[in-house]
């Protein structure tokens, strides 16, 4: 089993910034991809942020520029550093991993822009 448990959400004003965490209970080493997804209420999950294993990077126009993704591989955990927050990015972040074998989500965690 892996287990993803994020962390960092929370309520942050408008231009505000944010660092959510994604720590992995299995190692890195069989890991192919990390990528952070967020849903809004009545809205469908959408693509933040995702990293490979190349070092690669991809972001929606929605986010580049303000969003980075990075990962640790030691303390195997994934984050991404939100800023310039802007109340459209309401919503319920999740981390999720591609390993080799399978692919894991984490609960979620809410971050709300709000004044």
């Known amino acids: 089993q892996v287990q993803l448990v994020e962390s960092g959400g929370g309520l942050v004003p408008p231009g505000g910034s944010l660092r959510l965490s994604c720590a992995a209970s299995?190692?890195?080493?069989?890991?192919?991809?990390m990528g952070w997804y967020r849903q809004a209420p009545g809205k469908e999950r959408e693509l933040v942020a995702t990293?490979?294993?190349?070092?690669?990077?991809n972001y929606p126009d929605s986010v580049k520029d303000r969003f980075t993704i990075s990962r640790d591989n030691a303390k195997n955990t994934v984050y991404l550093q939100m800023n310039s927050l802007k109340p459209e990015d309401t919503a319920v972040y999740y981390c999720?991993?591609?390993?080799?074998?399978?692919?894991?989500w984490g609960q979620g965690t809410q971050v709300t822009v709000s004044s």
């Open positions: 999720t991993i591609r390993y080799t074998f399978a692919s894991y």
């Open positions: 299995r190692s890195f080493s069989s890991a192919n991809v």
């Open positions: 990293v490979a294993t190349t070092g690669s990077t």
